[in-house]
């Protein structure tokens, strides 16, 4: 019983890690990749590094913080598209509280 659960169990996590569309934006307009963002709420954009050649750059972007893991925020990135060079969307990450502090103790002149 154990193991049919725990295969169950595997079976919905694999299942879930498979659910994220894979896109290049470098073929889709910036319009068309934030449409897609916006109609899937996050998928994963993997396109070619501009400054290693060869090097296969990827991340997952996201519409809101609701498709985010608890404890992330949202914040904007940039990636290619098909007709321009920076297109913004977003990410989830980690707020860095530690930037901010020292922003505080340390302030620039």
Do not use: W
């Amino acid at each position: 019983m154990r193991t049919i659960l725990l295969a169950a169990c595997l079976m919905l996590v694999a299942a879930e890690a498979q659910a994220v569309s894979r896109y290049d934006p470098t073929r889709m307009s910036c319009d068309r990749v934030r449409a897609t963002i916006a109609r899937q709420g996050a998928v994963i954009l993997r396109y070619q590094s501009t400054r290693v050649p060869g090097l296969p750059l990827y991340d997952r972007y996201v519409q809101d913080e609701r498709f985010c893991n608890m404890g992330e925020v949202r914040a904007r990135a940039y990636v290619p598209s098909a007709d321009i060079k920076s297109c913004p969307v977003y990410i989830c990450k980690r707020p860095d509280f530690d930037r901010h502090f020292r922003r505080r103790i340390f302030p620039r002149h």
